[in-house]
């Protein structure tokens, strides 16, 4: 199985799809989920899981929920759990299309491999991603040792999204293990075990 979006432009189901529910819980993690706005660390006022307040679209967006936009920006109006999967899927599906239109081989790797780079996706967007040239070139390269130092050479890897979880990406990506692993090592459906991405080094690790 495989990071993919569907025929329908939406992602699979993740009670179906147990490579989804993984992104799902990696990219949560990293971003942090949260019901009501709070400034990120850039001071960008956010909600849910990442979703920047202050993009092009995001007053049609927040409205489309049947919200207030400028009640939501205010702080003043939460998004229920329902709300926060609407905007996250959405965004996971840009994610998704805009890693694999970045990285040539993209559909070609390791499930966990490619976590990690729509992980990337989801926090930087298809402008700043394409900064990490050197990166995406040892990518498609298969030069994993390369690809992990590019990232981890970076602020992306170094910054924490939430400012209430003040750890570094890298940090979250080894912590998130204990949540990704409930109970020893549990295989993903592409031969590699969930623990194999906790970390971007492991792209150096990774066979297949």
């Known amino acids: 199985m495989a ?3 569907t025929g329908n432009g939406r992602i699979e ?35 849910g899981v990442g979703f920047n307040l202050e993009r092009a679209d995001a007053r049609a967006t927040i409205s489309a929920l ?11 109006q939460r998004v229920d759990d329902e709300q926060i999967d609407a905007l996250l899927e959405e965004d996971l599906v840009t994610a998704i299309r805009d890693a694999g239109s970045l990285v040539a081989n993209f559909d070609a ?7 990690v780079l729509v992980d990337m996706a989801f926090n930087l967007g298809k402008t700043r ?16 040792n390369e690809a992990a130092a590019q990232m981890i050479d970076s602020r992306w890897y170094r910054q ?29 459906g592409s031969g590699v075990t969930i623990r194999s991405y906790s970390t971007v080094t492991d792209l150096a690790r990774l066979r297949g």
């Not at 790797?109 to 976590?115: E, K, S």
């Not at 991603?129 to 994993?144: C, H, Q």
């Not at 409930?182 to 295989?187: D, Q, T, V």
Request: with cysteine.
């Open 160 to 188: 924490g999204k939430d400012p209430g979880r003040p750890e570094c990406r890298g940090d979250a990506h080894r912590r998130a293990r204990g949540g990704l692993r409930p109970a020893g090592r549990r295989n993903i």
């Open 66 to 76: 049947g919200l207030d936009y400028d009640e939501v920006l205010a702080g003043r």
């Open 109 to 115: 790797l390791a499930t966990p491999r490619q976590i």
């Open 13 to 47: 189901d993740p009670a179906n799809d147990p490579d989804i529910r993984t992104l799902i819980h990696v990219i949560s993690y990293n971003e942090g989920r949260r019901p009501d706005t709070y400034l990120d660390s850039r001071g960008i006022p956010t909600i």
């Open 3 to 5: 990071i993919q979006t």
């Open 129 to 144: 991603m394409a900064g990490f040239r050197k990166m995406i070139a040892a990518v498609e390269a298969e030069n994993w």
